[in-house]
């Protein structure tokens, strides 16, 4: 069932449709409205006048920075836990 959700950014709203799960979907928004909060906040202490592309943009290098680290540290993860369960299996195999 397709629903909606509606964020702010920058005084404006925009609205979405999904198909998803409509919590997560508003779990989702939230976590970029305060990414792009927080990249507008740093700005404002700084004085610096920026735009709110500029803010939006940096804000989607942060949210894809921390996918990158994600990933990588789960393949690292994956990895280990794909070792040891060799390492597991070639000792149960020696045993037999």
Do not use: C, H, P
Not at 21 to 34: G, K, P
Not at 58 to 66: E, K
């Amino acid at each position: 069932m397709e629903q909606t959700i509606t964020i702010k950014l920058f005084g404006q709203s925009y609205t979405f449709k999904t198909d998803g799960d409509i919590s997560q979907a508003e779990e989702i928004a939230a976590f970029v409205v305060d990414e792009v909060t927080k990249v507008q906040d740093e700005f404002m202490k700084t004085s610096a006048t920026i735009s709110d592309l500029t803010i939006l943009m940096l804000a989607v290098l942060n949210i894809a920075g921390q996918n990158f680290e994600f990933k990588k540290s789960q393949t690292g993860f994956l990895n280990k836990i794909s070792e040891k369960a060799a390492k597991i299996s070639r000792l149960l195999d020696a045993d037999s």
